[in-house]
């Protein structure tokens, strides 16, 4: 079994910078990719970034492709979201999520362990 945590949602003005965090409990992180995606009231899960289990190869979704950037410290078990640009439509719930196995998906369906959430709100 693998645990999320995130932390470091928050409020921001339009234009700033958050780092969400994710940090995974289970001797399974290094070998899981990870991912980031969101929900919006009502709406399904939809994919932001993932990372696979070295770290060596991302992919973004092209919403957030050259604002955000996903990373992960093996050593740490912990995965982050660097935001940068924000805009007032990134606001919504953020989820980390892991599989089971080291290659990255982006279909919210392949992620196995999932964290509470955590809250960004961006201000016009």
């Known amino acids: 079994q693998v645990q999320l945590v995130e932390s470091g949602g928050g409020l921001v003005q339009a234009g700033g910078s958050l780092r969400l965090s994710c940090a995974a409990s289970?001797?399974?992180?290094?070998?899981?990719?990870m991912g980031w995606l969101l929900q919006a009231p009502g709406k399904e899960r939809e994919f932001v970034a993932t990372v696979s289990y070295s770290g060596r190869i991302t992919d973004y979704a092209d919403s957030v492709k050259g604002r955000f950037t996903i990373s992960r410290d093996n050593a740490k078990s912990t995965m982050y979201l660097q935001m940068n640009s924000l805009q007032a439509k990134d606001t919504t719930a953020y989820y980390c999520?892991?599989?089971?196995?080291?290659?990255?998906?982006?279909?919210?369906?392949?992620?196995?362990?999932w964290g509470q959430g955590t809250h960004v709100t961006v201000s016009s």
């Open positions: 999520a892991g599989r089971i196995v080291g290659t990255l998906s982006v279909s919210s369906a392949l992620y196995t362990y």
């Open positions: 289970g001797r399974t992180f290094s070998n899981s990719a």
